[in-house]
């Protein structure tokens, strides 16, 4: 496990940037090593050990892009048409040993390697064939046309994808296609996971009448889960610091982060603070963002926890913005920021200068055709309904104080979030 220092995250300022957090925790964490072999099929969300090379052209040999006839390019006709006869047929799959002659066309079909001496094919729809079986050519065809050259796709040894790479279903189609049949990824990450607060109870159990039912852990489970992390579900831990502190302290002995939500505010019971002040080093960062502000870095024995805050809302937002750029740290693979799309705004908000706000909303195409985001109607951090009847962020940015309907504001997908 990469063991990092008590006092890395250390910070004197009020309100910390959410760029520069980000950017901070990926530059003290650093990736774990063990690499895993795993096949196609499973690979899928993993991430790149080493540089993807290819070991073949892509296409390995030249063929035809079209059902159709080819022909040597230097024979085509320039300006009337011209018959030639048909010296053969070439199908996909099948390896042609005779050549095209000058004056000569050869059936062929679409991925089949190109006899020697053609270089270009004219696509069946574009000739006819007369009453003694010759192909009538149409004039005017580039040489080359209808051809997929050796290589094209893909030179022998070039460079395809990074190490770091997180590996889309794109890229395994590329690496079978190079003729890869596993692939070396980093091994997954070890990720603690548990919920506080006396108040909260996990779905199935006895609910008492001032009690909730544990909503983040499955969320948060499910987001690592998108990262492919290894999550233990370490449960609910009540408000007693002493209690939370021995539970991350063995927590850190076997996993490489300590995601916790709930009792990072700045209540009474706030134990996770206490706790990770008694079993490790803290720095309690107010993030300017909204919603989330309250986040809990720590070290405990050399391991990092991010101690989320309690809020559905505000627990997803900064799990996207805080906790998935530590995995992709811990993981050694390339921060990915969310791509933002630029849409109109339909709504009109204002906020406070100086912090960057997550706006819910879901995005319509308007009559012009163009992209309108509406924003819910209510606010608050605890909505889950308004997480899960949206389709994304609005990304409201630091310099930002006021919007009007028709204003261009950036959205995020909840998918580029994941
Ligand atoms: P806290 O950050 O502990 O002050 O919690 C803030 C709010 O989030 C409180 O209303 C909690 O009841 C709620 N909350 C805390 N943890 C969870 C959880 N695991 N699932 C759902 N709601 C929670
Ligand atoms: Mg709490």
Redesign the pocket.
Known sequence: MAQISDDCFAFGGPMRPIDETAALIASKLSAVQEVEAVSLVLADGRFLARKMVAPLPLPPFTNSAVDGYAVRGADLPQTVKTAFAVAGRVQAGMAPDEPVLPGQTMRIFTGAPMPKGADTVFMQEDVSVDGSGRVILPPGLKTGANVRAMGEDVALGEGVLPAGHRLRPQDVALAAALGFIELQVKRRIRVAVF???D??VAPGDLRGPAQ??????F?LTAMLARLCCDVTDLG?LM?DSRLIAEKLREAASSHDLILT?????T?E??C?KAAVESAGTLVFWRVAIKPGR?VAMGVIDGIPLIG?????V??FVTFAHIARPAILALVGARQQPPIPIAVRAGFSYSKKQGRREYVRANVHATADGSYEATKFPREG??L?SSLVATDGLVELGEEIVHVEPGHTVNFLAYSSLL
């Not at 909730?212 to 852990?217: A, E, I, K, T």
């Not at 939500?261 to 505010?265: D, I, L, N, P, R």
């Open positions: 919920s506080t607060g108040e909260i909730l039912f544990d909503s983040n852990r969320m609910i408000d939500s709930g009792g990072v505010s209540g019971a706030d996770v309250p989320l805050p309690g809020n559905p505000a627990s951090a605890g889950l």
